[in-house]
């Protein structure tokens, strides 16, 4: 008598709801997608049948040749929804990127992500992927836009770092014929020309400008929507120029702005004046220096945001002062409803140097709306933290709700309340300290 056949154990997977199956395998990424190939025959070609599936090759480039990606493309039928990859200088795919863009054009491809070396020439068939949502590029070298070219109807996020633009219009062709676009990130963008890139989008609502280079390569149309805006320029700046510049993004909500001021010349005109108000502005970060020329910028930003709640400000720069701006000059620049609204304050990186120490006892003893403000010592600081600290306790505020809170130069220190006076900062069971 034959001994009994063991019965196979169902296939549990194959058992689930079509849908689950292919959105376990739509997310796992071609690489996963394929290897099920080998979990049993019915398996085998599985993976071919998806509707979409994600191509990524950020990673693991050593073990992908460009062999499996042209099988992947030949085999698979359906959508491939998203494309990414990283291609170094010495990278097997560096000469087959172009086939591969004509090839995914026609495969509806909504977000893609390029980590390219520069001046890599990126193919003309970048402008047919009309269903991108998101574009990423990291390098690379971005050609003329075609005749015709109609824009991306669907992208609502793009982000260019360390990009080359072959014209401006190019750039001003993407932005401005991307009529969803919310989110514009550029980062060490260059501009080959000497006139100004546009940057116009109806409903952009987030953006970020991150350069060495000066700002004379960017101007702003209309944007309307906009919410947050980021201003990062490692170069010194004009402070007349500079105002129309940042006029541009007067309609943010939240903005942060990072730069250096000319230390001024005879006929030089400083940041003292705008021609019109942040009126939508809530929260504002600074990365400046507290020289005269950086402290009457930082007025006159306050003087024209009259709704804001939120300041932070991260100190540059900070060696010697090299001019003094002293109480009394600073309350000069004090004007009637300025920052009524300031709920939260937050100072870092301070040397406690005069002009610092004025300007944090002016807000003190102005800010009737002031709930908490922190300050936070930088590496080197010009007195001694308890000395600091017992300063800071003699401060007027105009805000009976007002707290002080005091980070020192030491490791790791936790915040403490300048309220329970310095000695308390050491306290680790201080009610005030915060981890």
Request: glycine fraction near 6%.
């Amino acid at each position: 008598m034959e001994p009994p056949r063991r019965r196979r154990a169902p296939d549990r997977l194959t058992s689930l709801p079509e849908p689950l199956i292919e959105g376990i395998l739509t997310r796992v990424g071609f690489r996963d997608a394929v290897r099920t190939s080998a979990l049993s025959r019915a398996w085998r070609r599985r993976w071919e049948s998806l509707p979409a599936l994600s191509l990524s090759l950020l990673d693991g480039l050593i073990s992908t040749r460009p062999t499996t990606v042209d099988s992947v493309l030949i085999r698979f039928a359906g959508s491939i929804r998203v494309f990414s990859i990283r291609i170094d200088a010495d990278s097997l795919f560096r000469w087959r990127l172009d086939d591969w863009l004509i090839a995914l054009s026609r495969r509806g491809v909504r977000s893609m992500d390029l980590r390219l070396p520069c001046g890599f020439n990126i193919n003309s068939s970048i402008y047919s992927f009309s269903n991108l949502v998101t574009l990423e590029l990291h390098g690379g070298y971005v050609p003329s836009t075609p005749v015709g070219f109609a824009g991306f109807p669907a992208l609502q996020e793009l982000k260019l770092v360390d990009v080359q633009v072959s014209v401006k219009e190019a750039l001003e062709a993407i932005i401005g014929r991307s009529p969803r676009l919310a989110v514009l990130e550029l980062c060490e963008v260059h501009n080959p020309s000497d006139e100004p890139c546009m940057i116009a989008a109806p409903n952009l609502r987030s953006l970020t400008i991150v350069s060495v280079a000066d700002y004379y390569a960017w101007e702003f149309g209309e944007l309307p929507c906009l919410d947050n805006a980021t201003i990062d320029f490692d170069t010194y700046v004009n402070g007349d120029d500079f105002g129309v510049f940042i006029a541009g993004v007067a309609h943010a909500r939240k903005l942060t702005l990072s730069t250096f001021y000319y230390q001024p010349y005879i006929g030089d005109i400083l940041l003292e004046t705008l021609p019109y108000t942040f009126a939508n502005l809530r929260s504002l970060f600074l990365s400046t220096h507290f020289e005269m020329y950086g402290i009457l910028s930082t007025f006159c930003l306050l003087r024209n945001a009259p709704n804001l709640e939120d300041l932070e400000i991260v100190i540059i720069n900070n060696q010697e002062q090299e001019t003094e701006a002293n109480a009394e000059f600073q309350n000069t620049q004090w004007t009637d409803g300025m920052c009524a609204s300031l709920h939260v304050v937050k100072i870092n990186d301070i040397s406690c140097f005069l002009n610092e120490m004025c300007f944090i006892e002016l807000v003190l003893s102005k800010a009737t709306a002031l709930r908490k403000m922190s300050i936070s010592l930088g590496d080197e600081c010009s007195m001694s933290e308890e000395n600091a600290l017992s300063k800071l306790y003699t401060y007027r505020r105009a805000s009976p709700s007002a707290q002080v809170f005091f980070k020192g130069m030491t490791k790791n220190k936790s915040w403490g309340c300048v309220d329970a006076r310095y000695f308390n900062l050491l306290a680790p069971h201080f009610s005030g300290i915060y981890a």
